[in-house]
Every structure is written in structure tokens, then in C-alpha cells.
């Protein structure tokens, strides 16, 4: 009977746990492995509570993590080739640049063309993430969930499109290649006008261009079926020219299945009891986790009370 109690305090703790960690949102680590500096640039949505930082230099090697508010959307790119005055912080970018004048981008996009990492993080529920080269590729990217429950696979682009480039892409310093859209600006390329919906605008030969090279990203607007992912209660890592390993966990493991609304459909198998991953429990116990976990009185108190359970009826084993 003791046993059968302490198993299921375990699991009520478990499930607490896991419901404050969908409601803390996401932590966001970038990281650079290219073999020179960039310049990571951060855009919130609309309505979304900015991050710490908007723009930041990174050097080779370098990395730097943000923690994301529940129902937080935005996306996160590389700047490269920048040159920034140390006293005031101005100056610009060869590609990627957010037109504020500034290392940090103040609620500026990406200038095109640029890879795009898009993440809508949930309260609870699945967050949403995809590398877009919908407005064009400037370098290898890859974002992998760290944690988390459901399909959370990697998506990216690890291959280095610039050296494929068709020459009317092609950006005059070469470092960069542009979309179908920016290079030529008609309706069938943008879907835009008459070709604004999925089954009037279709994949261009440079769009399939793209796909051929980077399977998992974002090819053209409509291309969600093979490209938008999910993951429940998960953190990620964002990593700029990754490395081998990576690439091959990218390169390795099929598309998922889509739905109907275009997100991958998954089981979700967990690592600890009922499907649940425990990996950070020990570090939320102990305060020393570097994103913070936050939980209502309420949700505190269950799981103060559950916590309590566990201890008990292990002492009376």
C-alpha cells in the first residue's frame, strides 16, 4: 500500500512539475559555431514582451541564452560581415541587417535575405518552430529542442546555399542568396495578388531549389506541411554553422507526418513515468537551474503538498 501511494505521489509531482514548466515558456540558447563573428538579431511579435537583448555581437565559439515569457512569438537570425563603432554602438551589416543603425535592432526585421528561426512558444501546450528561407538563406542554421514531449525534432538548414546559388539570386558580395520574391518581385514568386492561397501559389524551380538543399526549412509561404514542427515544454538551442553532429541529427531523421493546419503530429515518449521527461527536475529542486521556473501560490502549494506525499511514505516504507 505504501508503495502504491509513493508511486503515485511521484506522479502527481511529475505532472505539477511539468504542467509550471509548460507555463515558464522556453529558454532560447544561441550559439556560434561559424569561424567568425556574428551578430544575432531578435525580433518579439506584436504583443510579445521583448527579450533581454535585440541584437548582440557573438563571436566564434561564443554563446548566450534568453529566457521567453509564455505565448511568446518572434524569430532570432544571423548578422554577419557587421562593423560597429565600440563608443556608440553604430554601424551596419552585410547581410541580415536590421536597418536600426545599432547592434541592437530596437524592434527591426531582417533585412532580406536572411535564414529565419520562428518560434511561437506555448502556455502549456505545444510551442511551434521552423527555419524559414522564405525570405532568402545568408547562412547555415539549426535549432534543436532541448527537453520536452512530442515529435521535437531539429529543423534547419545546415547546407551552405550560398555556394549553390543561381546567379540572379546571388547577392553581389556572394555572402548571401536572395528568395524568388526579392529577385524578381512578381505574384507567383511572393503569392501574392491572385496567387495569395495555397492552392493558387505553388512551388517555383527555386523554391524546390531550396527544399532539395535544406529538406526541413521553409521553401516558399505555403510550404507548412514539411516544415513547421511542435514540441511541448521543451527549451531550445539555436546554433549558427553547426557542427557535424548536428548536422547529421538534422540530415538523418525523415520529415515528420502533418496535419490538416500543416504542424507534424507526434506520441511523445518521454523518458521518466507516464510519458513524462524528468530530466529537469533535479536542477528545479535544487535552484540552480539557469531558467527560472514559475508557478502560481496554488500550483506551488499542490506541489509542495505532493513533494510532501513522496517524503512521507517513503519514511514509512
Wanted: proline share 6%.
Amino acid at each position: 500500500m505504501d508503495h502504491i501511494f509513493s508511486s503515485s505521489a511521484l506522479h502527481i509531482t511529475l505532472i505539477l512539475l511539468t504542467i509550471c514548466k509548460g507555463i515558464s515558456g522556453a529558454t532560447f540558447t544561441v550559439i556560434n559555431r561559424c569561424d567568425y563573428t556574428v551578430w544575432p538579431g531578435i525580433l518579439s511579435n506584436a504583443g510579445s514582451t521583448p527579450l533581454d537583448s535585440t541584437g548582440f555581437e557573438l563571436p566564434h565559439g561564443g554563446s548566450r541564452s534568453f529566457q521567453a515569457p509564455p505565448n511568446w512569438s518572434g524569430r532570432f537570425w544571423g548578422r554577419t560581415g557587421c562593423t560597429f563603432d565600440l563608443n556608440t554602438g553604430q554601424g551596419t551589416c552585410l547581410t541580415g541587417d536590421c536597418s536600426s543603425n545599432q547592434i541592437e535592432c530596437s524592434g527591426k526585421n531582417a533585412n532580406p535575405p536572411a535564414t529565419l528561426a520562428e518560434f511561437t512558444v506555448g502556455s502549456g501546450g505545444q510551442d511551434f518552430y521552423d527555419v524559414s528561407l522564405v525570405d532568402g538563406y545568408n547562412l547555415p542554421m539549426i535549432v534543436e529542442p532541448n527537453g520536452g514531449s512530442g515529435s521535437c525534432l531539429s529543423t534547419g538548414c545546415i547546407t551552405d546555399l550560398n555556394q549553390q546559388c543561381p546567379a540572379e539570386l546571388r547577392v553581389e558580395s556572394g555572402q548571401a542568396c536572395k528568395s524568388a520574391c526579392e529577385a524578381f518581385g512578381s505574384p507567383e514568386y511572393c503569392c501574392s495578388g491572385a496567387y495569395g492561397t495555397p492552392d493558387t501559389c505553388k512551388p517555383s524551380v527555386y523554391s524546390q531549389m531550396f527544399k532539395a538543399a535544406c529538406p526541413r526549412s521553409y521553401s516558399y509561404a505555403y510550404d507548412d506541411a514539411t516544415s513547421t514542427f511542435t514540441c511541448t515544454g521543451a527549451d531550445y538551442v539555436i546554433t549558427f554553422c553547426p557542427s557535424l553532429s548536428s548536422q547529421k541529427s538534422a540530415r538523418d531523421t525523415s520529415p515528420p507526418a502533418s496535419t490538416a493546419n500543416g504542424s507534424e503530429t507526434g506520441t511523445g515518449s518521454g523518458v521518466g513515468p507516464i510519458g513524462i521527461d524528468t530530466s529537469w527536475l533535479p536542477s528545479f529542486l535544487t535552484g540552480i537551474s539557469p531558467s527560472a521556473v514559475s508557478c502560481s501560490a496554488w500550483q506551488f502549494n499542490l506541489i509542495l503538498s505532493a513533494i510532501s506525499c513522496l517524503f512521507l511514505s517513503s519514511v514509512y516504507l
